[in-house]
């Protein structure tokens, strides 16, 4: 039951569609399911770390305002690189990028830990949902591993649409798509930026 809970509350976060999301489904659309799967493992391993980190009170520590200042505005331009990056490659073929053998495992990764918003909804989540419920170490580790598996799921799911569209698009639109999704990321850590100056 716990499980399930988990699972249910876990996508609530993920149905907030966000920059992880339309990257996993541009890159399984451009370079098929088994690139989208390595973000979705990326994104599963770095949603993990931060709830780990949120059981420990990471978030506490960002209530700071100096330091959340300087997290926020960090991560910031983690993401506006990342953005410009995926702009950049919107321009290159698909053969070429593969010949750079870039780590989509690794983008997945940076991509999601430069999203400060992930952290403080886990830590707050969490906190309200420990408080109410009064939960031991082992409650708490299975409504943990629901909602890490509902990032799994959800993702894996986002793949496999990427890679049925991808039969239906030219490589001119996936292009386009490539260049809408670094556009909207770039935007997305303007915002965050500006927000915080």
């Known amino acids: 039951m716990l499980l399930f809970k988990g699972f249910r509350y876990g996508m609530i976060l993920q149905l907030a569609i966000g920059p992880v999301c339309l990257y996993t489904f541009q890159i399984s659309n451009t370079y098929g399911m088994e690139k989208g799967l390595q973000i979705a493992l990326a994104v599963t391993l770095a949603d993990s770390l931060f709830i780990i980190l949120s059981l420990f009170g990471i978030g506490k520590i960002l209530e700071n305002a100096t330091l959340k200042n300087v997290f926020t505005k960090l991560a910031s331009a983690i993401l506006i690189i990342f953005g410009c990056m995926t702009i950049y490659n919107s321009f290159k073929t698909i053969q070429v990028i593969e010949k750079e053998q870039v780590n989509f495992f690794m983008r997945g990764f940076l991509l999601t830990i430069s999203n400060p918003l992930t952290i403080l909804f886990w830590s707050s989540f969490f906190?309200?949902?420990?408080?109410?419920?009064?939960?031991?170490?082992?409650?708490?580790?299975?409504?943990?591993?629901?909602?890490?598996?509902?990032?799994?799921?959800?993702?894996?799911?986002?793949?496999?649409?990427?890679?049925?569209?991808?039969?239906?698009?030219?490589?001119?639109?996936?292009?386009?798509?490539?260049?809408?999704?670094?556009?909207?990321?770039?935007?997305?850590?303007?915002?965050?930026?500006?927000?915080?100056?």
């Open 127 to 197: 906190g309200v949902e420990c408080a109410e419920n009064d939960w031991d170490k082992k409650e708490v580790t299975i409504f943990s591993f629901g909602c890490i598996l509902a990032t799994l799921f959800f993702l894996s799911l986002i793949s496999f649409f990427g890679t049925l569209t991808s039969h239906f698009l030219s490589s001119s639109a996936i292009q386009a798509m490539n260049f809408i999704v670094g556009f909207v990321i770039v935007a997305f850590g303007i915002k965050k930026l500006r927000a915080k100056s």
